[in-house]
């Protein structure tokens, strides 16, 4: 179980939450109004906390320092691009995403190494795809017979550095681009994984919660 901080309690915001906790995972929501809590259903356990979800100390209150991601969903895009870049580089959350509503600032936020989604293809599903490992191999290609998928999949830090043909040998997957400060890029022999990419690869279906679980350990020590 993950704990998840999301800020925003607007109708996506609680979708996440509901969907996050039914999961079993455990959430904490922050919203500046106590009322947008009412979004929640009755018997949600998760964290409300009531404040600016870019203050350091409303972030502590929801456990972002415990966090596995976190999401910044509000209706504003500067606060949600402050409060990512603060539980990314102040509390070092390892993954993150910001909802932006202007596509021109979500490419200069992406070529930050900032995952965004802009608001005109955004959904709840969306988010989800980018803070849980498991909903990207839900894929955004399957090839006709549905054997194979091209989906993003998500690596252990300890992976950058490392060459990308050694990732599709330990995976067993072939990597097919990467998105690298937000334009796409196709891997050349010498390339190798750096901070904040985005891989997507073609896997087959039926090994996908294998490979999750290759690529979110350490590489294995070379003898």
């Not at 925003?8 to 929501?29: M, N």
């Not at 018997?43 to 906390?49: A, E, I, N, Y």
Request: net charge neutral.
């Amino acid at each position: 179980m993950a704990h998840f901080v999301i800020m925003g309690c607007g109708r996506v915001g609680s979708t996440l939450a509901h969907t996050l906790e039914d999961a079993g995972h455990s959430v904490a929501i922050i919203d500046q109004d106590d009322r947008a809590f009412r979004r929640l259903r009755t018997g949600f356990s998760g964290r409300k906390v009531t404040g600016v979800g870019f203050d350091r100390e409303t972030m502590k209150r929801a456990g972002v320092e415990e966090a596995y991601a976190f999401a910044a969903v509000s209706s504003g895009d500067n606060s949600n691009i402050l409060a990512t870049r603060v539980a990314r580089e102040t509390f070092h959350v390892p993954h993150v995403v910001a909802r932006i509503y202007d596509p021109g600032r979500a490419e200069i936020y992406q070529r930050l190494g900032i995952p965004t989604v802009a608001a005109v293809r955004w959904s709840a599903d969306q988010v989800l795809r980018r803070i849980l490992p498991e909903q990207h191999i839900a894929g955004d290609y399957r090839e006709p017979s549905g054997r194979l998928v091209l989906a993003e999949v998500d690596l252990n830090p300890d992976w950058i550095g490392h060459p990308i043909s050694s990732i599709e040998k330990a995976a067993g997957i072939r990597i097919a681009y990467l998105t690298r400060f937000g334009e796409g890029m196709l891997p050349a022999a010498g390339t190798s994984y750096q901070d904040g990419d985005t891989v997507h690869a073609m896997l087959n279906v039926d090994r996908s919660s294998e490979i999750g679980h290759i690529l979110a350990k350490s590489p294995a020590k070379e003898s």
